[in-house]
């Protein structure tokens, strides 16, 4: 497939009119500007829409701009597939912003791996500012590193959102799950289901600024994911693949298997139906007893979903 751009930034939006005009700022600030800026509004009731019928003018760079029906993050990701321009996604929320060499950044390491079909993009840091990091890697090389998710973040215990690009065409080969009347599914839902089937390339450098605000997914904490207990099986489930000679260590799928009956239990699931939808019914069966305590104290500190 041919692209018009190299890179597509895309950013979802909910409500965030006074904060995303910080990253349309910095967009304008970045040093190359052959990128497409697509923007999916999941449902604003503020003056998102106005302020960008007045960006159309700009001529800058691509701005694309789409609304939607309220649903959730995940489901705005989903909606973007078909207007995809760029050959790289790099989601970008739009209460945070981007240094202005980020996308020549991007551009200048992906020319080195563009050629290799393993690889499906690139790994940088976010940062409260330039020098400090969201997540927390310690020990990590200064160099480039080629691994994949499930080793690199998950099983090296790598905790922290990092600013991801990936391949359009792999976006798009792995879309969330969607339920009714739930808003939220985490994004590494899609993190892990990638993992399993590609490597990244990981970079010890920040291009990604973050603001986490109050009201933001990031802080809205767990009574939000136990609101929405079937995203929260389907994101525990991608826990339990194994392909390519990836799995997770058993701590991780211990703990994961006690969130899905713990989940499974806020769907107002049976045990016959949660055992049998989580594909690893013996890990299931051993934790039954773990997950219906998580269950019970999640339900006494936060009430039902």
Not at 25 to 40: A, C, E, G, P, R
Not at 157 to 173: H, T
Not at 237 to 261: D, G, M
Not at 281 to 296: D, M, V
């Amino acid at each position: 497939m041919k692209y018009e751009y190299p890179l597509t930034i895309l950013t979802p939006t909910y409500n965030r009119k006074n904060t995303i005009t910080k990253l349309y700022d910095s967009l304008k600030k970045q040093t190359i500007k052959n990128f497409q800026w697509l923007v999916i509004d999941d449902g604003s009731v503020d003056d998102t829409r106005n302020y960008f019928e007045t960006l159309k003018k700009d001529e800058k760079f691509t701005i694309e701009y789409y609304y939607k029906n309220n649903a959730g993050k995940h489901t705005a990701l989903n909606y973007a597939h078909p207007y995809i321009k760029g050959e790289l996604v790099c989601i970008v929320d739009s209460d945070d912003w981007l240094l202005p060499t980020a996308v020549e950044t991007i551009l200048k390491y992906w020319g080195t791996y563009s050629n290799n079909s393993n690889i499906c993009g690139l790994t940088f840091l976010k940062g409260y500012d330039e020098n400090k990091s969201v997540a927390n890697f310690n020990n990590i090389s200064k160099e480039p590193v080629i691994s994949n998710h499930i080793d690199y973040r998950v099983n090296a215990g790598r905790k922290g959102d990092c600013c991801e690009i990936i391949r359009s065409k792999i976006f798009q080969e792995f879309k969330f799950p969607e339920f009714e009347n739930e808003k939220f599914l985490g994004e590494s839902y899609l993190w892990n289901s990638i993992g399993f089937n590609y490597d990244t390339v990981y970079i010890n450098e920040i291009l990604y600024i973050c603001e986490y605000l109050e009201g933001g997914l990031t802080k809205s904490g767990r009574k939000l994911r136990i609101s929405c207990p079937y995203g929260g099986m389907a994101n525990s489930k991608t826990y339990f693949i194994r392909k390519n000679n990836r799995k997770v260590k058993l701590k991780i799928l211990i703990k994961e298997a006690w969130l899905f009956i713990c989940y499974g239990k806020f769907a107002k699931l049976s045990r016959k139906e949660i055992i049998s939808k989580s594909e690893t019914k013996y890990l299931i069966r051993l934790n039954w007893l773990f997950g219906g305590l998580l269950h019970y104290y999640w339900k006494r500190k936060f009430g039902e979903a």
